[in-house]
T-cell receptor, first 118, second 110 residues
Framework: NAGVTQTPKFQVLKTGQSMTLQCAQDMNHNSMYWYRQDPGMGLRLIYYSASEGTTDKGEVPNGYNVSRLNKREFSLRLESAAPSQTSVYFC?????????????????FGPGTRLTVL | RKEVEQDPGPFNVPEGATVAFNCTYSNSASQSFFWYRQDCRKEPKLLMS???SGNEDGRFTAQLNRASQYISLLIRDSKLSDSATYLCVVLRANAGKSTFGDGTTLTVKP
């Protein structure tokens, strides 16, 4: 099993360009997440998908869109990149189900995409 | 106030030392708690879950204090390989998502 895979690993964009970050998991997980991590900081949730067919905003959704293409794949799109979106982007997945109280749900992370917007 | 707060450190300790990290959370509805480890330029990986009764895994011990809303991680007999950033994570299951602290950096020196 590959776990969680992300493409690309590195990307440089010019301000105003668009791109889509791809994420796939082969663990049959229900929930998937997109985070960004800026230097010296923890992870901030951009969007998440509790289950196939649903997506919800996280802490910092502005400037991003997501698509839960199927149970395996969850993509993140930057429509018009800005220098403030320079960051490392991590995709993660877990078995978590919305409303399942008290569940301990380990999140498995992909290797990250290092994005620079000039 | 951040939902999850950690002392950023850095903690610089000699090999063999015991070191403890604390993490506080503000939402009393929080239900599950974790410590993740993140090596430089790598993805976070689960170190251990934190249970109400406390739990131990080798040199690592995690404790939860719901009344005071904090969790702790104790590392005994530190190894050079323990050098990393340790992230505190809090889950509210009814919200379906986790909140990460900013991390505490540990450097273990020979």
């Amino acid at each position: 099993n590959a776990g969680v895979t992300q493409t690309p690993k590195f990307q440089v964009l010019k301000t105003g360009q668009s791109m889509t970050l791809q994420c796939a998991q082969d663990m049959n997980h229900n929930s998937m997440y997109w985070y960004r991590q800026d230097p010296g900081m923890g992870l901030r949730l951009i969007y998440y998908s509790a289950s196939e067919g649903t997506t919800d905003k996280g802490e910092v959704p502005n400037g991003y869109n997501v698509s839960r293409l199927n149970k395996r794949e969850f993509s993140l799109r930057l429509e018009s990149a800005a220098p403030s979106q320079t960051s490392v982007y991590f995709c993660a997945s877990s078995e978590a189900l919305r409303g399942l109280m008290g569940a301990a749900n380990e999140q498995f992370f992909g290797p990250g995409t290092r994005l620079t917007v000039l | 106030r951040k939902e999850v707060e950690q002392d950023p450190g850095p903690f610089n300790v000699p090999e063999g030392a015991t070191v403890a990290f604390n993490c506080t959370y503000s939402n009393s509805a929080s239900q599950s708690f974790f410590w993740y480890r993140q090596d430089c330029r790598k993805e976070p990986k689960l170190l251990m879950s934190v249970y109400s009764s406390g739990n131990e895994d080798g040199r690592f011990t995690a404790q939860l204090n719901r009344a005071s809303q904090y969790i702790s991680l104790l590392i005994r007999d530190s190894k050079l390989s323990d050098s990393a950033t340790y992230l505190c994570v809090v889950l509210r299951a009814n919200a379906g998502k986790s909140t990460f602290g900013d991390g505490t950096t540990l450097t273990v020196k020979p």
